[in-house]
């Protein structure tokens, strides 16, 4: 009997710990870019000073894009309820930036997942605003809308696109279940600001919602809001895509988002459009294809007057399913007319805030491979 009770407990033990081991993921992404940055501006240092400076940074450099690596998976606690956890952290891989910093948290969150009610995570999540993103195809130094970087400051060409989602440190992501079937992912998120501040009245919680549309037919649509999350004030965002193959002889999707920002303290919104094509290419032994992405924002940070253009063009090729070659180059052109400050980033690793008054031009070529685990 204490035998068969011994070889139950061990097999017990066993399936415990099968369902518990959590799944390793990861991704390697490593450019090489040569990169013109060139901000000419007025000098806003001193009062009524009409001196032009031209200040023109050219450079070769070796980025690491979004890398990462983390720990996921679920464990029963019911029939109908399960743990879910991950961990996930940005990794630098060519340097440690100006800080020693190795890895970096990205969504990090424990959490519930029910077949009734949906999931519930606790933690450090992305805005749900960026969970309406199925537009924009740049990859590599030109993910430069709400990219994640290891680094202290940005790079010129983030400064002069829209604003994008981040992550929320002390919230709660809602995922609503699917109902009857619907093409519906409902969201909800909210995050708290737990400062000690003597009046309720001016802590700055958070909150947001997005919705995305999708019946897998190739056509997509989403919507997205949130207050005091991505930025001091209010976002609104809205997109649709078109997998144009579902209909005609035609490997094509086709992309665009819209979205207005509100800042708090500013009388005029930031406007973004973001415009993108992405084709297959069928006389290749493996995957591949190419894309072009128009971004166009006004009135950056709220700012009136600070309007840019950016345009990119890129292709991928697949070796295999998580071995992906990338190339491209792109240009971003910028009108500064009311002190945006922006980020400089110097040849010693250093970087500036520059309160910039006239143009700044960004133009980059390069390529890089993407190892997925």
């Given at each position: 009997?204490?035998?068969?009770?011994?070889?139950?407990?061990?097999?017990?033990?066993?399936?415990?710990?099968?369902?518990?081991?959590?799944?390793?993921y990861?991704?390697?992404?490593?450019?090489?870019?040569y990169?013109?940055?060139?901000?000419?501006?007025?000098?806003?240092?001193?009062?009524?000073?009409?001196?032009?400076?031209?200040?023109?940074?050219?450079?070769?450099?070796?980025?690491?894009?979004?890398?990462?690596?983390?720990?996921?998976?679920?464990?029963?606690?019911?029939a109908?309820?399960?743990?879910?956890?991950?961990?996930?952290?940005?990794?630098?891989?060519?340097?440690?930036?100006?800080?020693?910093?190795?890895?970096?948290?990205?969504?990090?969150?424990?959490?519930?997942?029910?077949?009734?009610?949906?999931?519930?995570?606790?933690?450090?999540?992305?805005?749900?605003?960026?969970?309406?993103?199925?537009?924009?195809?740049?990859?590599?130094?030109?993910?430069?809308?709400?990219?994640?970087?290891?680094?202290d400051?940005?790079?010129?060409?983030?400064?002069?696109?829209l604003?994008?989602?981040?992550?929320?440190?002390?919230?709660?992501?809602?995922?609503?279940?699917k109902?009857?079937?619907?093409?519906?992912?409902?969201?909800?998120?909210?995050?708290?600001?737990?400062?000690?501040?003597?009046?309720?009245?001016?802590?700055?919680?958070?909150?947001?919602?997005?919705?995305?549309?999708?019946?897998?037919?190739?056509?997509?649509?989403?919507?997205?809001?949130?207050?005091?999350?991505?930025t001091?004030?209010?976002?609104?965002?809205?997109?649709?895509?078109?997998?144009?193959?579902?209909?005609?002889?035609?490997?094509?999707?086709?992309?665009?988002?819209?979205?207005?920002?509100?800042?708090?303290?500013?009388?005029?919104?930031?406007?973004?459009?973001?415009?993108?094509?992405?084709?297959?290419?069928?006389?290749?032994?493996?995957?591949?294809?190419?894309?072009?992405q128009?971004?166009?924002?006004?009135?950056?940070g709220?700012?009136?007057?600070?309007?840019?253009?950016?345009?990119?063009?890129?292709?991928?090729?697949?070796?295999?399913?998580?071995?992906?070659?990338?190339?491209?180059?792109?240009?971003?052109?910028?009108?500064?007319?009311?002190?945006?400050?922006?980020?400089?980033?110097?040849?010693?690793?250093?970087?500036?805030?520059?309160?910039?008054r006239?143009?700044?031009?960004?133009?980059?070529?390069?390529?890089?491979?993407?190892?997925?685990?």
């Amino acid at each position: 009997m204490k035998k068969l009770l011994l070889a139950s407990a061990i097999t017990m033990l066993s399936v415990s710990t099968v369902q518990a081991t959590p799944t390793v993921y990861g991704k390697a992404f490593v450019t090489t870019n040569y990169v013109d940055a060139e901000l000419n501006r007025q000098s806003m240092d001193i009062p009524n000073d009409a001196i032009n400076v031209n200040e023109d940074n050219s450079s070769v450099q070796v980025s690491s894009h979004s890398s990462r690596l983390g720990f996921k998976g679920s464990e029963a606690i019911t029939a109908n309820t399960d743990v879910i956890y991950q961990l996930e952290y940005g990794i630098k891989i060519d340097d440690s930036g100006s800080s020693n910093i190795g890895f970096k948290s990205r969504d990090t969150y424990l959490g519930l997942k029910n077949k009734d009610y949906g999931q519930f995570r606790f933690g450090r999540n992305y805005s749900v605003s960026d969970y309406i993103n199925n537009v924009t195809v740049n990859e590599g130094y030109w993910d430069n809308i709400g990219s994640s970087s290891l680094s202290d400051g940005g790079t010129l060409s983030e400064a002069l696109t829209l604003t994008d989602g981040k992550r929320i440190n002390n919230s709660i992501v809602w995922i609503a279940p699917k109902y009857s079937g619907l093409p519906l992912e409902l969201a909800l998120q909210y995050s708290a600001d737990e400062a000690f501040v003597t009046d309720s009245d001016d802590r700055d919680s958070g909150f947001g919602a997005s919705l995305m549309f999708d019946p897998g037919t190739g056509f997509t649509a989403g919507v997205a809001y949130d207050k005091d999350m991505s930025t001091n004030g209010e976002m609104l965002r809205g997109s649709a895509s078109v997998d144009l193959s579902k209909y005609v002889a035609a490997p094509v999707t086709l992309g665009t988002l819209y979205q207005q920002v509100d800042f708090d303290g500013y009388d005029d919104e930031e406007k973004g459009l973001v415009v993108s094509a992405e084709m297959g290419l069928t006389n290749f032994a493996r995957p591949a294809s190419v894309y072009l992405q128009y971004d166009k924002t006004d009135n950056l940070g709220g700012l009136s007057g600070n309007d840019s253009d950016q345009i990119v063009l890129g292709g991928k090729y697949m070796f295999k399913d998580n071995m992906i070659a990338h190339a491209y180059v792109g240009k971003n052109s910028a009108d500064l007319e009311n002190g945006l400050l922006v980020v400089r980033n110097n040849d010693d690793d250093t970087t500036d805030l520059v309160q910039a008054r006239g143009d700044a031009d960004v133009l980059a070529i390069g390529g890089g491979l993407e190892y997925k685990f």
